[in-house]
């Protein structure tokens, strides 16, 4: 075998959960602006319009928040009625 192993953890990255919202963040970005230069608007303004539509002012965050806490109660739901907190054993 090469010089690399694989090694299974024997625990978490307690940053990591941080490292993949960043890169997923990063690359979803990225490719907005790749579609947006391949149809020839300026890609930075519109993020930057994106931004000011969603959270610029207050009554934009407050449409965004009525918008999505819903969503977040439902997978919350969704995510509390899978398991049942009684249940220990899979």
């Not at 625990?11 to 602006?33: K, N």
């Amino acid at each position: 075998m090469g010089p690399l192993r694989v090694q299974t953890r024997t625990e978490p990255l307690r940053w990591g959960s941080v490292l993949v919202f960043l890169i997923a963040l990063t690359l979803s970005l990225g490719m907005a602006c790749l579609v947006l230069a391949v149809q020839g608007v300026p890609a930075l303004k519109a993020l930057a319009l994106l931004w000011e539509g969603g959270f610029g002012h207050l009554w934009s965050l407050e449409d965004s928040l009525l918008k999505a806490v819903p969503i977040f109660l439902c997978a919350f739901h969704e995510k509390a009625s899978q398991r049942p907190p009684w249940r220990t054993t899979f």
